[in-house]
């Protein structure tokens, strides 16, 4: 941030506008509640537009969608799929391998809700969690629970699979159906803020890993098209939720690498270009990917096995304790 600015996008704020400066995370926010209120419509107030929960549902009886993780899952552990589940899933496929799979962890997953909450209060109060770890842990963790079913015939993840518990809970119960799912989700929020910045969805959670597999070769994106106006300010690496996909678009020219984000890990949230007060960043149609070696690429398309799974360096601690 500039000397002078208090928080990320104060300069965007005031020379474009609080409404310009958030259009992207108002439309997230209207995004995951509105998803949240379709399933609602239906126990809450009989208007059944949408049946069933993230993990499995029709729309207005014509349109299923299903999970394709649980869909793995479930084949791993024996269960055969039915014609509708399997539709379902390949639709869900298709649409986030299109528009970016970590796209469902910005603008549908209900826990994201949680884990932006945890770094805004971790940015407000100026709390800088100094636990590292690598951001690979979470294709480890994915292997871990397609292992599971196949040599158990168990799906353990669903049992502690925070998304599904929290949609589900909110969804059969409202805030008082989450049972324990409330305490999954003040663990993640005190994890996140006290133990490792963005440390659950940026470092752990296997769902976002499939799905940012999903979308690596999704065509739209962010690009730092703007770059040259750039005037280092960081706003854009504050409010990223996977701040180390920023720095080879904004700042590799010089390495004749492009503006194009084409990081798998970027979630098409918009934060950075809702705070850059220089209009570098904006959405575009293009495919991309990550640089080689770069660190919390999964382990398979990096091969790399000098990179350790656990990064014993001390954090960075630079002003705002952000990370490049
Ligand atoms: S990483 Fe996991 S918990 Fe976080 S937003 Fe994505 S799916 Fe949800
Ligand atoms: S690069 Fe921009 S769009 Fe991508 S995750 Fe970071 S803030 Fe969101």
Known sequence: MNAGMDYPGQIAIAEQGWLKAHQWLLLRRLSQLGIL???????????????????????????????????????????????????????????????????FCAWVCPVNLVTDLAAWTGRCFDIRPSGKLSRSLRYWLLGLILLFPLLTGVMVWEFVNPVSMTHRGLIFGGLWGLGWAWMLLLCIFLYDLLMVRRGWCGHLCPVGAFYGLLGSRALVRVAADGRERCDDCMDCFAVCPEPQVIKPALKGAAKGLGPLIGDIHCTNCGRCIDVCSKDVFRFTLGRGRPPPDREGTPPLMRLNPRIPLFDPSPPANRPGGREE
């Open 37 to 103: 209120a379709l399933f609602l419509a239906g126990p809450v107030a009989g208007v059944w537009i949408v049946t069933g929960n993230l993990s499995a549902s029709m729309t207005l009886d014509v349109l299923p969608l299903t999970d394709p993780l649980l869909l793995t899952q479930s084949s791993l552990s024996g269960t055969l799929p039915t014609l509708s589940g399997l539709i379902g899933a390949l639709i869900v496929l298709a649409f986030y391998a299109l528009v970016g799979g970590r796209v």
